[in-house]
């Protein structure tokens, strides 16, 4: 390893949100949960598949001036189980939050079904129960099982 590579890892963010112990190569899919795509201009670090002793692999994302809403964290929950979300304020560390699997998910992800009431205009927020293996829509008990992903709103 290199001194520039300890450097990048590590580097500090004066304020904002490192999301850590990411599912190692999910952190894409955390940026498009949390809708950075790199157009507003964010300050954003990605580590992908770093080493960590507790997951193997792990991917870190760090985001400059940015903290999450609880919906964010709801999802991220589903596709990262072991992440940890770490709140900087100053340079320090002031809140530390493990995510939990929440009972419903709400806002996030888009309901796969054309007909479904959130797809008709209407001003709906989506709103989802958390199942053991996948989300099942609360309006028209469509189930996204696999690929939770591709359903996150743009
Ligand atoms: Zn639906």
Do not use: W
Request: hydrophobic content about 30%; some cysteine; proline content about 4%.
């Amino acid at each position: 390893m290199t001194d520039i590579d300890t450097e990048l890892r590590v580097s500090k963010i004066q304020n904002g949100t490192v999301i850590d112990h990411v599912t190692g190569g999910e952190a894409l899919h955390v940026l498009s949960i949390i809708g950075i795509d790199g157009s507003g201009g964010e300050t954003v670090s990605v580590g992908i598949n770093v080493p960590s002793d507790r997951l193997g692999r792990k991917d870190i994302v760090k985001v400059e001036g940015r903290e999450l809403s609880q919906s964010e964290v709801d999802v991220l929950s589903l596709i990262a189980p072991d992440a940890t979300i770490n709140i900087i304020r100053e340079y320090e560390v002031t809140e530390k939050q493990c995510v939990e699997r929440p009972e419903e998910v709400t806002g996030v992800l888009e309901c796969p079904n054309p007909n479904c009431i959130t797809n008709a205009g209407e001003p709906v927020d989506t709103r989802f129960e958390v199942l053991s293996d996948g989300v099942r829509c609360e309006y028209c008990d469509t189930i996204i099982r696999e690929d939770l992903t591709e359903h996150i709103k743009s």
